[in-house]
């Protein structure tokens, strides 16, 4: 199985957390979220773009960022993350999937303040399927890809090219 998408980590982190003791911490909520969806080592061990977290942490750190940005999580800097009595009261109302277009009525609801823009635009995926960092990484992989037709695709480039920058 490939790796869940931010949105599709909502409901199971909300749940993880309403049947934990005690708040749970980035790195152990994260090996019950991959538990959860039965993923492989290869898959737990995906980099993202940048290669500087595996792709199910980042995805679960924004999921809970959203979260908390909805007032469904608590958690301080560096701290554990918990679920809230808001977060309860929505599991034991709503039976289906939380989406990103269910957040800012939640938002709304608890006063709180999500950011879930829609970044579609030029080809780019949605922010329901990915995290802000892969966002990024996709559109400086289209940007490089436009510049370099644009320049390279003008005409040969020759070493007398390179005299004038030189």
């Not at 749970?24 to 977290?53: C, H, I, W, Y």
């Not at 199910?56 to 999921?63: E, F, L």
């Not at 400086?140 to 040969?156: I, M, N, T, V, W």
Request: hydrophobic letters at 35%; one cysteine or more; a negative charge.
């Amino acid at each position: 199985m490939a790796v869940p998408s931010q949105a599709e980590l909502y409901r199971p982190i909300l749940e993880i957390l309403a049947s934990a003791s005690e708040g749970v911490a980035p790195k152990p909520l994260t090996e019950l979220v991959s538990d959860r969806f039965n993923l492989s080592d290869a898959d737990r061990q995906e980099m993202v773009p940048s290669g500087t977290t595996s792709r199910i942490y980042d995805r679960t750190s924004w999921a809970c960022k959203y979260l908390k940005d909805a007032g469904l999580l608590y958690y301080p800097p560096r701290g554990p993350r918990e679920i809230t009595q808001q977060g309860r009261e929505f599991l034991d109302s709503h039976a289906g999937a939380l989406t990103n277009a269910d957040l800012p009525r939640l938002q709304k609801a608890n006063g709180t303040k999500a950011d879930t823009t829609d970044t579609s635009s030029d080809g780019v995926e949605s922010s329901a399927e990915a995290t802000p960092e892969e966002l990024m990484a996709q559109s400086d992989r289209q940007l490089r890809a436009k510049l370099a037709d644009e320049f390279l695709g003008s005409g040969p480039i020759n070493d007398d090219c390179w005299s004038v920058v030189w």
